[in-house]
């Protein structure tokens, strides 16, 4: 048997799975693959996991804690007015966990000094470059919450975990985009001026790492967007074992119908 036989011998021993997730239906899977990931057990189980302010961090607190107020877990947020930020007496805390406890009040800023190499920190990520860096836009004088804590994992080697939707993908990379602004030196905005920053030592987390992370099956987005509720979407080819794709299917399939975020009234 030549090799191109053989290669198409095998592409026909692989199942193949179609899917078109909006995005509350893609932030949904990000959140259960992310639960699913040794690195956040371990940490749920043995250390902190820090799960700071952003709508998809959102999602994994919810499915920890079962019921959660999503529109307080936000900083900044992208609404049709523009880029914008909550009201910061509406913004719940981080949500700190410790052996899978939550720990009120605190931040992560509050707990720096005690994590280690085992701990987590998940931060939400406002774009995911053309070399599949996560980027974060910055609305603060001294760089927000990211601003607070990369010098410290770095140092201390914590993992980050960047949950980033598909749809924020951009065709740019940060190397484009570095030195071009900063949120002091628009002209002009309609919306919050805004820095930018490349987080180079997060690991991005897309609704790809999250199938991988649940089914072990491999997924290629194949095309963007759609009206009537779509706008933003992502459709995927997936494909894997006969098992692993029939489990993801079923899965797919109870996501489906995923209701968009709940509107956030408590924007400036």
Request: aromatic share 6%.
């Amino acid at each position: 048997m030549d090799i191109d036989s053989r290669k198409q011998k095998e592409r026909r021993k692989v199942k193949k799975l179609l899917v078109t997730l909006t995005v509350a239906e893609g932030k949904r899977l990000i959140a259960k693959g992310l639960l699913a990931t040794e690195e956040v057990q371990h940490a749920l189980k043995e250390g902190y996991l820090c799960v700071t302010l952003g709508t998809t961090s959102s999602y994994l607190v919810e499915e920890i804690l079962g019921e959660y107020d999503k529109t307080k877990h936000i900083a900044g947020i992208t609404v049709p007015k523009g880029l914008s930020v909550t009201k910061g007496n509406m913004r719940s805390f981080d949500a700190i966990f410790y052996k899978g406890k939550l720990l009120e009040g605190k931040k992560v800023i509050d707990v720096l000094d005690e994590l280690g190499p085992n701990d987590v920190i998940i931060k939400s990520a406002n774009a995911l470059d053309a070399d599949y860096v996560p980027l974060v836009l910055l609305a603060s004088n001294v760089g927000g919450t990211v601003g607070s804590f990369l010098g410290a994992t770095a140092a201390k080697n914590v993992v980050v975990l960047m949950p980033v939707g598909l749809e924020k993908s951009i065709p740019s990379t940060y190397d484009d985009l570095s030195g071009l602004f900063g949120m002091k030196d628009w002209d002009y905005t309609i919306g919050t001026p805004v820095g930018i920053i490349a987080v180079q030592g997060g690991i991005a987390f897309t609704e790809i790492e999250a199938l991988d992370a649940l089914f072990s099956v491999s997924s290629v987005p194949i095309a963007a967007g759609g009206v009537n509720g779509a706008e933003g979407s992502v459709s995927l080819y997936i494909d894997g074992d006969d098992e692993s794709i029939d489990e993801a299917h079923k899965f797919l399939k109870t996501l489906k119908g995923e209701p968009p975020f709940p509107k956030v009234e408590h924007v400036v």
